[in-house]
């Protein structure tokens, strides 16, 4: 009785703390993969996942206190509209297309009827569920560290390759070799590749790709939906789309030119599929400066979603804050309120 009462008590002050802290129309949620982590064949982030239960119980609990609105009418929200009321506004976002999205999460979401938007690295979203798809380089590295943790590895990068890719990947290796904590220290791994620029990154992650093709076979599935689950989910009315860049770079080791074409093909390709996107942008990593916004704006984009909480500004484009919704911090009602208050 007294853990029920100290519960509601912390949930009360926990959402009223969030309605004083609004200083912006929006209150948008961000998640990523709804999965129980051990159904994946490799260690997850643990940044990156949810569990169906802990979302059901996180959908009932937020629509308690919340009125979830789609995102595109949030953001036509202002401050004021969403703080003076009883439940403010919240949206739900989704980033990067995982197939547990539509496999866990959207069912979940049509029988509570609750509004949700996807955002798609369109480059991964394939036409058929059979195709083979892209993979993001970190998934790769949690698949190949979940490999060869178990084993001795003797091979190293040839002399050829540039400096900085031989040293992360001798790091990588050496990591691999004196540890088998893959699942709890899987940033550990993804670490050496982190500081290298883009194109070494990829020449690393290539040269690893082929030297352990073999291991990576057993990885090989689906992990991105398709655009048949896109058409799918959008007819429903529950679910809608937003861009989140066609090849999941980071904008900003782009040049404008390179923003410009690759945000050309993301438009392109879901015209061609004739899937309807909202006029959101999602940043892949959150991670934007002057020169990808001006770039933006210039080619008709009036919204830019981040992955930092409070984050609101009225630049061109706007930019919008999401706080990041993971397990370990937010598979209670208790945490989740925490969370909330915190941002
Ligand atoms: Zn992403």
Known sequence: MKTKMMLRTILGVGCRLFRLQRNCPASILMWHRIINPEEESYPLEPGMYVRPESFRRQITFLKKHFTVIP??????KTASESITREKPYLAFTFDDGWLDNFENAFPLLMEEQTPATIFLPTAYIENKSEQEQLLFWTDKISMIASELSNEYINRYPPDYLPLDVQKAVRHFL????NTDAVSENINYFLAPFRPLIRP???IAIQW???????????HHRQRHISWEHAKTMAKSGIISFGIH??????????????????YKKAVATFTEQQVPFIDAYCYPGGSYN???????????????????PNSYKETQPQIWGRVGIHEDISNSTAKLAFRLWRQ
Do not use: W, Y
């Open 71 to 76: 995102l595109s009418e949030m953001l036509q």
């Open 174 to 177: 050496s990591i691999c070799k």
């Open 200 to 202: 070494e990154r990829e």
């Open 208 to 218: 690893l790709e082929n030297e352990f093709h073999e291991q990576m076979l057993s």
């Open 245 to 262: 860049s066609h090849q999941h770079n980071l904008q900003t080791e782009l040049n404008p030119e390179e923003i410009q074409a690759d």
């Open 290 to 308: 002057d020169t990808t916004q001006m770039t933006l704006a210039n080619a008709g984009v009036k919204n830019t979603i981040i992955t930092t």
